[in-house]
Structures are given as structure tokens and as C-alpha cells.
């Protein structure tokens, strides 16, 4: 079954130190996309990035970045220099063959000045 | 602007009765969801349509029922059944198979009292 698994429920930081949201998944689908989403107190969801299952390569936008890896079914997203409003709640998702998201729980990040 | 309208932002009403929440999209997607998301559980699909007149269940669709009659709207009916209603309800969008370009609406909070 397709599952995702963010471990970390809540992290706190304080502004401009580095944090990693981890994120794994589970599918047997050997074509799939992954998402993350950043979700503002507001609750609407902002997307930030998707990957296929064939694109591996990292990427980096500003002070985003993302780490791919099949092997180890993960899709990391890293926060440079972190800052108060990079506060949210983040999402990691799968999209399976009959385009449904799957969710992971969320981690909630916490930046302090 | 293109985009998903969810009405009302909240939405109050007391145990017992039903309540339809609204979701239209003015960006001709095929595909339209309902997500409900409680705290510290990441986004549950309740309901889905990939085209006019046809929906299937989500992975939580007990004591929920939706329409699709018309391609820019899928609305949310939480029913009397629904032993645990209040939460915050996402909808979303998504244009044919792809599995990319999901657009989410701003949410309704609904409150049963």
C-alpha cells in the first residue's frame, strides 16, 4: 500500500540555523510524482516542488532544496538559513497511477527569532 | 484569476444536522478532491471525480456524500452520519491524467456544536 511517513512531528529552530524535514514513502507504482507543501496559518496549501519517480537529480531553488533518493524510498527538504516566516506546517505527498495525493502527517516547523 | 473558491472560510452548525460545503473551480480541470484535515494528521481524501457524474469513495467516506453535475463544482454534504465532523476541509483540483498541477482551494473550518 502507498503510505508516506514524516517522522518528526514538530521541529523549533532558531533563525538562520539549517533544518531538514525528512519524508518517506511507500508504493509499488513504478511511475509516481512527490510533492511538498507548505501549509501558512492561514491553511490554504502552497506548493513548493515536485519530482518523478525518474528524476533523481537534487534541486535547489533560493534557500530550498531537495534530496531524491529511490533507494532509500526518501525525499528530503532542507531550509538554508532559516527565518520566522518559514514557520508552517509542511507536507510531504505521493501521487499514485489514479491521481490521488497521500498525505504524510505533517511536520510542523517552528522558527524563532 | 483562475483558481478554486471553498465557501464558507467557517462554518458553525449544531450536531445533528447536515451541512454542504461549496467547492467551484474556474480553471476547467477535470479532476476535482475533498480532503479533510485534523490536527496532527496530515490530509485524509474523502471523496474524488475525475469526470462529470462520477465520483468515488476516498479513504474516509463514511457519513459523506458529494455530486458532480456540473464539471466546476463538487460539493461536500457532511451528513448527520458523520460520528466526528468538525475539522478543516480542503478541496482540490486537478486537470486530466497527469499527476501533476494540483490546485487547492483556502478551505472551510467547520465547528459542530
Known amino acids: 500500500a502507498q503510505k508516506v511517513t514524516q517522522a518528526q512531528t514538530e521541529i523549533s529552530v532558531v533563525e538562520k540555523e539549517d533544518v531538514t524535514l525528512d519524508c518517506v514513502y511507500e508504493?509499488?507504482?513504478?511511475?509516481?510524482?512527490l510533492f511538498w507543501y507548505k501549509q501558512p496559518p492561514s491553511g490554504e496549501l502552497v506548493f513548493l516542488i515536485r519530482?518523478?519517480?525518474?528524476?533523481?537529480q537534487n534541486e535547489i531553488s533560493g534557500r530550498y532544496s531537495w534530496n531524491f533518493q529511490k533507494s532509500t524510498s526518501s525525499f528530503n527538504f532542507t531550509i538554508t538559513a532559516s527565518q520566522v516566516v518559514d514557520s508552517a506546517v509542511y507536507f510531504c505527498a505521493l501521487s499514485e497511477g489514479g491521481g490521488k495525493l497521500i498525505f504524510g502527517q505533517g511536520t510542523e516547523l517552528s522558527v524563532k527569532p | 484569476d483562475g483558481g478554486i473558491t471553498q465557501s464558507p472560510k467557517y462554518l458553525f452548525r449544531k450536531e445533528g444536522q447536515n451541512v454542504t460545503l461549496s467547492c467551484e473551480q474556474n480553471l476547467n480541470h477535470d479532476a476535482m478532491y475533498w480532503y479533510r484535515q485534523d490536527p496532527g494528521q496530515g490530509l485524509r481524501l474523502i471523496y474524488y471525480s475525475q469526470i462529470v457524474n462520477d465520483f468515488q469513495k476516498g479513504d474516509i467516506a463514511e457519513g459523506y456524500s458529494v455530486s458532480r453535475e456540473k464539471k466546476e463544482s463538487f460539493p461536500l454534504t457532511v451528513t448527520s452520519a458523520q460520528k466526528n465532523p468538525t475539522a478543516f476541509y480542503l478541496c482540490?483540483?486537478?486537470?486530466?491524467?497527469?499527476?501533476?498541477?494540483?490546485?487547492f482551494g483556502s478551505g472551510t473550518r467547520l465547528t459542530v456544536v
Open positions: 508504493t509499488r507504482d513504478t511511475t509516481y510524482y
Open positions: 519530482r518523478n519517480s525518474f528524476d533523481e
Open positions: 482540490a483540483s486537478k486537470i486530466g491524467p497527469d499527476n501533476y498541477g494540483y490546485t
